[in-house]
């Protein structure tokens, strides 16, 4: 079980066999690491499943591979989505084996990956960004000196907002208690991957974030920012797998509003829960969660709504076909904006 999906197995993988489950949507979300949050948004789940179908159909069809068997209808049978008539949220996979990292006092031993040829999650983020949206991490590790101007391949320090002449990849852990951003050298050591498999996992990240963006801009969004994750079939070739080109895993905007849980986010950020948060993970890295002692405040109820409202029009027009029947966007968007402006 995850923060906003749940995870059934058909069949374990194990070795170099791989397994077999079914990716459950749910209508939870999660913000600043925390997990499950108090509220539901009502279709999310459906439509976070069917957007992500969509992508790795395409995605399949321009060569890439893929862990994606399918969307599960009401019969239980896994289907294509062009034969699907109403939304569903789950999504059968291939499976494979998720090699956890040991810890060494407060750090991370990942000597377990060494040797491992195939059938394996890689246990990396990586992260796309074609333009640096106020709120990005990225001006925080500015101001902190882990980040320099030179790892981004700029001349002069980012404002919020600018739109970057070609896209910057970044990459973070997968399976550490808090995500934490790596040089692309670790990033190698600690998966075990070569140059050669990196570059291959760069070049991939480009084309599946050219694909997003080609398809989002129809729509009026600008796709800012996205994460993809990768795993090694059992003959050690990159497959890409969770899934990707969401609002979940994107941050698109809309003429400036943001369209996806980034929304939560900005109520979140003024709350006294979301600075004790900060606090927590400054003082333990590991262990932070523990040390926070409010829990975070709801949602109001027409924000909630209105969220809902937007992951389901985001999937109607995404996949181009009407599932949801949502209103357009841009009048979900205006009535957001002044919810959160209010």
Known sequence: MGS???????????????GRGRFHFSDRYSVFDWGEMPDHIEGKGAALCLMGAYFFEKLEAMGMATHYLGVVGEDGVARRLEDLDRPADTMEVKLVRVIEPGTVGDAYDYSAYRGERGNFLIPLEVIYRNSLPEGSSVFKRLKEGSLRIEDLGLESPPVPGERLDRPILDVSTKLEATDRYLGWEEAGEISGLSPEELR????????????????????????????????????????????????????FEYRGMPVSKEVARIFYRNTEWAREVEEAKKIDRLGWKGLVQQEPPPLPARMKELLSLLYKSCCDGITGKRFFGAPPLEEILAELSGLIKG
């Open 4 to 18: 906003v999906k749940d995870l059934e197995v058909l069949e374990t993988p194990s070795g170099d066999r791989p």
């Open 200 to 251: 291959e996992l760069k070049e991939a990240t480009l084309r599946i974030n050219e694909l997003i963006t080609r398809t989002v801009e129809p729509l009026g969004l600008e796709n800012q920012d996205g994460k993809v994750e990768f795993a090694f079939d059992e003959e050690r070739r990159l497959m890409l797998v969770d899934v990707l080109g969401t609002p979940d895993e994107c941050r």
